[in-house]
C-alpha cells in the first residue's frame, strides 16, 4: 500500500490528467517507491564515487588505464553474453532523438521501415512534468497498441527506450524526503505499464542506457534488472539494454560493462559528441587536452575516436555482443532531385560508410528519409543480419591511442557556432523542447554539450584564432555572443518581446556557464537544477504561455 508520507507527487500539470491517471496509479506508485527504496543509496554511491574518481585524477595527475583489478575478466577468452532476441539481431538502422512527447513524429516513426527507435527521454527530449508524463504515455499507447494509424507494437520498429542519465533527478516525486533519480523514475513507469507486454509480444523490454562511466555502475543496473524481472514475474535475461560509452573512462573498461550485464546485454553504442566533450569534462584543465575545433578538426577519422570505435567493435564482437553506432544528425533537404539534397545525402553516405566498413552492426539516424538509403547501404556492403563474425583480430588499441588529441586550431567560425548552438540548448529548454534545427541537422544536448566545453576550455587556456590571432577570452566570447544574436532571433523566429526576453536570457546562462571557474559536469544537469529553468516549467504548469521566463540576469 503506497504511504503518502513515504511518497509524495506533484498534481498533473494542465491538460494531462487523463494521462496522469494512467500513468501514476496506485499499483505503479507503490512498485515506484520499492524500486526507489530498494536502490536509492546504491545510486548515491556510484555518483560520489565519480566524484572521487575526477578528483583522483585532478590531485594525481594520473591518466586512465586498464585497470589491473578487472584484468582476469578482459583475460578470460571463454565468457560471452547472452544472445539477443531475434528482434534485436538486425540493427542496421535506428531512428535517433526521438523524443516521445511529440506524438506526431512518434506515430510516424512506429510507421517507418526503422528496425529499432530510440525512444529517448534523455539527449533529445527536455524533461520538464508534462514531457515526461506525455512521453511515458505515448509508449504505453504505442505498447497497448492504442494509436490507430500505427502498426501493431509485434510489427512496429522495436522501442529502445532510453531513461535519463544518473546525472538528472526527477523534481516532481520524492521518495522518504529526497528527490527521486530520474533514471528509476522513467525506467520504473515504462517496466510496470509496459514490461510484460514487450516481453509477451517478443518486443522488448529493450533499453539504451545513458552516460555510464564504469563497470560499477553497469553492476547497479544488471541489479536494477534482476530486481525488477522477480517483481514482475520475468524470466531473468527478459530486459536487455544497450550501454552507450559515452566518457572516456568508460572506453577503459567496455569488456568489464559488458561482463557485468552479460544477461541483460543488447550491445555497446558509440557516438561522437558527448564522448569528446567527456576529454573536457575529465580533462579540460590540462593543457594537453586540449580539443580542437569541432567544425574543423573532431571526426571519426581522428585517432582518438576511431581508435574508440575499433575497440568498441572488437570488444564487442569477441564477447558475442552487438556494437552500433552514433546518429547522423543532417537533415535531408525537401527537393529529392536538388543538388543539396545529393550533396546531403553523399555526406552522410560517406560517413557511415567508414562505421560500417569499421564492423558496426548497425547506427542511428534522425531524419526518417535517411532510413531506407542507409539500409541500402548496409546491404551493399555487408552481409547477413548483422557483423558479429568480423572479430578485428587485427587491431591492437593502446591507452595512447584513446588519450590522443587532434591537431588543430580554433577557428572564428568554430567559435561563433559553439556559441550559437549552446544559447539555442538553452533557449530550447525554456521553451520546453529538448532539441532543434540549426544550419541543416539536429542539434541536442550532445552537441551542446561539446559546444559550451569547448567554449569554456579555449577561454581557459586563452586560445588564439586561427583567423587573427585574437585570444579567447571572456570578453571576446561575450563580444562575439551579442554579433550572433541577430542571426539567432532569425533561426527561432522571434516575434515578441517574450520571445527575445527568452532569448536574450539563454544568452546569459550560456555566458554564466562558460565562465564558471570549476567546470559545470553536465549542462543539462546545470539548467535541471537552474532556478530560471525551473520557474519557466512552474509557470507553464501554473497555465501561463510556453517559455514564460524571468527577466535575464545580466
Known sequence: MLDPITMELEPSPPGLEAEYRTIFTAGSLVFLQELVSAFDEEVDKILRLRISRKTHLDLSGDLPGFCEVTAPVRSDPSWRVRPVPQRLQRRHVDVGDLAPCDTQRFIQALSSPAQGLQ??????????????????????????????????????????????????????????????????????????????????????????????????????????????????????????????????????????????????????????????ASFVNKFGHRGAFLLPDRSKYVNMEKLFLRSYMDLLVQTCHRRGALATGGMAALLLPQDRDSAPYRAALANVTRLKLLEIKAGVDGFMVYDLGLIEPMQKLFQLHSQGDNQMHQLRDDLTVTPDDLLCMPAGGVTLYGLKYNIAVGILFIDAWLKGKGHFFYRGQVEDSATAEISRSQVWQWIRHQTQLEDDSRVVTRGLVTELTQEVMGELKVVTRCHTVREEQRLLTAAAMFLEVVQKRDFPEFLTTYLNLDHTFLSSQAKRHEGGAAGDVPRPKL
Open 119 to 276: 525512444v529517448d527521454f534523455d539527449d533529445g527530449n527536455c524533461p520538464t512534468y508534462h514531457n515526461q508524463i506525455k512521453g511515458i504515455y505515448n509508449v504505453y499507447r504505442a505498447v497497448h497498441n492504442q494509436f490507430p494509424n500505427a502498426p501493431k507494437i509485434s510489427q512496429a520498429p522495436v522501442l529502445m527506450l532510453r531513461p535519463r542519465a544518473w546525472n538528472m533527478v526527477e523534481h516532481n516525486m520524492m521518495v522518504k524526503g529526497k528527490e527521486v533519480p530520474g533514471p528509476l523514475c522513467d525506467f520504473g513507469f515504462l517496466m510496470f505499464h509496459c514490461g510484460k507486454l514487450l516481453f509477451d509480444s517478443e518486443s522488448g523490454p529493450f533499453f539504451y542506457l545513458s552516460k555510464v562511466e564504469s563497470y560499477m555502475e553497469a553492476r547497479l543496473w544488471n541489479n536494477i534488472f534482476l530486481w525488477t524481472e522477480q517483481k514482475l514475474g520475468l524470466p531473468v535475461g527478459s530486459i536487455k539494454a544497450t550501454v552507450l560509452i559515452e566518457n572516456v573512462l568508460s572506453a577503459f573498461e567496455m569488456e568489464e560493462i559488458l561482463y557485468e550485464l552479460k544477461d541483460h546485454s543488447a550491445g555497446l553504442n558509440c557516438g561522437i559528441w558527448d564522448y569528446s
